[in-house]
């Protein structure tokens, strides 16, 4: 069964960092892709990151782009969403989730964590 389990979230003032991680267990192909998604109170869900787990390519969303990593460890089993410089319009549930193909869109990803909170105050 695979499990994919968020931690690091939290509640920071503007400008500040927070680091998220997420490890994924029960998952035994190593290709494919794992993704960062942030919902906020009334939007869509909506992309963050996109890993791909059989390779050294990270995509980040325009929308962070310059201020949200995205990294792995060596076993490509945890992945990390750095996150620096953050904003009000940043606070939102963040999801991690796996798919078998690397994409932006939520519907392509079959396994998802339970979520994490961060909230950004100005």
């Known amino acids: 069964q695979v499990q994919l389990v968020e931690s690091g979230g939290g509640s920071v003032q503007a400008g500040g960092s927070l680091r998220l991680s997420c490890t994924a267990s029960?998952?035994?192909?190593?290709?494919?892709?794992m993704g960062w998604f942030r919902q906020a109170p009334g939007k869509e869900r909506e992309g963050v990151a996109v890993i791909y787990t059989g390779a050294s390519v990270t995509l980040i969303a325009d929308s962070v782009k310059g201020r949200f990593t995205a990294s792995k460890d060596n076993t490509e089993a945890t992945v990390y969403l750095q996150m620096n410089s953050l904003k009000p319009e940043d606070t939102a549930v963040y999801y991690c989730?796996?798919?078998?193909?690397?994409?932006?869109?939520?519907?392509?990803?079959?396994?998802w964590g339970q979520g994490t909170q961060v909230t950004v105050s100005s």
């Open positions: 989730a796996l798919s078998s193909w690397c994409s932006w869109d939520t519907s392509d990803y079959s396994y």
């Open positions: 029960g998952y035994m192909d190593r290709t494919g892709c």
